[in-house]
């Protein structure tokens, strides 16, 4: 009897009550009037792809957007049922949502709970009320507190904070209460980002203005290393390179990305992974539901990555897990040993410092986590070269 091929779910939610300024996420606001017929098309949708379900088992569905939470609880339950209907569930499945602090009630959460979410992940991002009002943020510290505590008598029984450091004139003091305020709260998990300005976002206009100075690269890596001691000395894993969770709450949906597993992508601008091939689903919601209506999906985009795209993105991907890979595992995927495919900067990188070997694992340096991009550069332009002698 063959084991059912997992599989992941992510369900796109594209609504905020405002549109954060450094945000450059399929995000909209003020489109309540479309919510009710977003949820009949994501049904239509899930059952449109179940086909492609069959002989799979759901290990995991997540939330994202936008802001999940500021749809109505029934809405989350009828999708989760589509899922359900469309494929088993795990006994232990994983069901994230993410939510911004304040703006979910305990009756909410506690319907949520009962329709399956067990994994609630709040956009805290700071505690300081300058930084939140900075990053366009609707909550006051107070409503994340109240949030988590709200969660926790739903039942909810794994709750995530998202933090952001490097911040225009955020201090080495600032960004430290923001962790004691978090860490006295005692979630279950923590990921930590470092404040990037995309381009044509609003905050991205200012800082071509002159009006906000960026943070200098130095002081927000020492921000990071400051954040990692911390959160070691408090019991937290370290197990993805923004990510750290007590024994037992490391994310699973996103360890399916991390390590090349298949994930369907629901709702407008969701993006999937199945069978080898990428997708993206049309963008705004109303396109989104439209194409729904008139075909049963709303796919914008099919592609079939290269083998220097595939290769690079798995290299890159699973660096991110703080214990790395096992090498191994690379030519079970691509019919070729690791070094014979992208020896030579992996080498350079071991020699730099920035990558090292231990317990059988290829892995990230901590001063490697910092580099992560740059690592990821020299194999692609590696791969590249390889495929293409002179051509970098």
Known sequence: MTTPRPLAVYVHIPFCVRVCGYCDFNTYAGMDAVKDGYTSAAVAEIEAWAPRFAGRTVTSIAFGGGTPGEMAAESIAAIIEAVRAAAPLSPDAEITLEANPGTTSGPDLHALA???????????????PGELAFLDRVHTPEATAASLHLAREAGINSVNLDLMYGLPGQTPARWSATL????????????????T???????ATRVDRGEVVPLEPDAVAA????????????????????????????????QVYWTGGDYLGIGAGAHGFLD??????????????????RSGRAIAETVRPDPITAMSDWITLHLRLVEGFDPAAFPAAFGEPLEDAAGPPLDACRTAGLLEEAGGCLRLTPRGRLLHSEVAVQVLLHLRERATPGVA
């Open 223 to 254: 921000m990071y290393e400051a954040a990692a001691d911390r959160l070691a000395a408090a019991g937290y894993r370290h197990y993805e390179l923004s990510n750290w969770a007590r024994p037992g709450h490391e994310s699973r949906h996103n």
């Open 180 to 195: 004691d305020h978090a860490l006295r709260l005692a979630p279950d998990h923590l990921s930590l980002y470092a404040l």
């Open 197 to 203: 300005v995309e381009p044509g976002t609003p905050l």
């Open 276 to 293: 080898g091939e990428r997708f993206e689903n049309v963008a705004h919601p109303r396109d989104y539901i439209e194409a729904v209506h």
């Open 114 to 128: 009962v329709a399956g979410v067990n994994r609630l992940s709040l956009g805290a991002q700071s505690f300081d």
